[in-house]
């Protein structure tokens, strides 16, 4: 990491970073990251994408972050912009996902006078990071850049968020101060270091990975729960190594930041988000291994019903602590316990027939997708309550990255797919949408327009908030009837083709499954990026 460049505060730590490798910045700013602005433009090198709202910046941060090498940095409009932008935020950070979210404040010296923005940007911050700081010298800034840096990409990963004082941005600093003398995350000043909300609230030791060697070995009823990290090829060998040789079983958490998937990478089973079942598939295990995941919980609480999913008496270790790369050990356990193992490949099966004339429905659509995925694909589910068949249908399609709504905050999709596209330009990108989730920030579509981006996004449109009814009716039973009407989606009905096409992205509605195949076909054969409205009837 070389050191900034002479002149500002604001060019310090643009430059300090492109010099580590951060090179994309999504962005929605205002008058206090003006500086910062300039000198993002006056860094060579540095792709600053503009976003119509900061869940889209943020998002988009988000899927970048899950693809590449190195993380994409945000630049926010001081406490408002950052509140903003804060669901998002919040799903990069349960994903584990390296985000450098800048954040520009009001000056030094103006606080206190009671400036219609003033707010206390740390505080707003801290629920959704893992580190914080706020920048109070301009010679410091690039240091402080370089440590943002460093606590996002970890490990453990996640966000890292600067804020950054407008009269620090604009401040001259000396190019004598070097960004080499960053010192480590959590110092000293306004830092913070947050719960990032991965780690189970429930108390779990770490085993050696020796213990966990001879954990693995003791046969029946030893489960190992895989997340993060661990769900890309790498990890997926070592595991299924360790599952050939020990008849341990292996399951993926439900909702991944990151999956590989299809021919040629090891088939996961993910556990279910139901509740029910996800009790029912964990209830004879009496040892539970984390390799990279958290302690199974449900997504929400119903009264009488216990949170936890770890049956009664059941063992759990994590297979490494926060500092360790989580992959390198489950490398080390499969090369104790399966020397010379070779992992078990996923292969092709023959693609379901469907009749061109067929309806559409959610099982439908997805058996549409998995056989039209191209090689290398990047598919962002954001499918909700017309999602269950998805993963079957797609388990044997050609080799994808599946990307999941992993913190619950919906609104991510269409960002999300922006941000993966940016770090893989070379990679076709699928964003299948629900209706409602996409209203949230239907405006990425105007960024991904802008920014020419490969992206075919598939609305499944059922005309309601069939999550909430679905959720009501699991909640209240009979006496939820009266709440129905409120989450229909129909007065009016949202044409997605029209607003679609009003932010520059050409769009079309199906009503069979041949039309499906042939408009999917149809966009991915094409530059740029689409999108189908496709017509649903809401899940039951």
Known sequence: MSGTAPGDGAHALTGSLRAAGVSVCFTNPGTSEIHLVAALQDTPG???????????ATGAADGYGRMAPVPAMTLLHQGAGLANGLANLHNAQRAGTPVVNVVGDGAITHRGLGAPLESDVVALARPMSQWVRSSTHAADLG???????????????????????SDVAWAPCRPERPAEGASPPGGTRADTIADSGRQPHTTTSVATPADSARALRSGPGTLLLLGGRVLTARGLAAADRIAQATGAAILAEPFPGRLERGVGVPFV????????????????????????????VTAFATPGVPGDLVPPGCAVTHLADQGQDVVDVLEEVADQVAPGTRPRLHEALPAPRLSPGA???ADTVARVVGTALPEGAILVDETNTSGAALPAATASSARHDLLTLSGFAIGQGLPLAAGAQLACPERPVICLEADGSAMYTLSALWTQAREHLDVTVLVLNNRSYAILRREARRMLGPSAAPLAELFDLDRPDLDFVRLSEGMGVPACRVRTVGELADRLKWALSEPGPHLIDVPVPAAH
């Open 143 to 165: 240091a402080d850049a370089l440590a943002a840096l460093r606590a996002a990409t970890g490990p453990p990963s996640g966000v890292a968020t600067l804020v950054v004082p």
């Open 269 to 296: 089973e993910r556990l279910s988000a139901a509740p029910d079942a996800a009790r029912t598939r964990l209830a004879d295990a009496t040892q539970l291994i984390l390799a990279g995941a958290a302690r199974p």
């Open 359 to 361: 309806e559409l429905t």
């Open 46 to 56: 540095t792709r600053t994408v503009m976003c119509l709202f900061e869940g889209v």
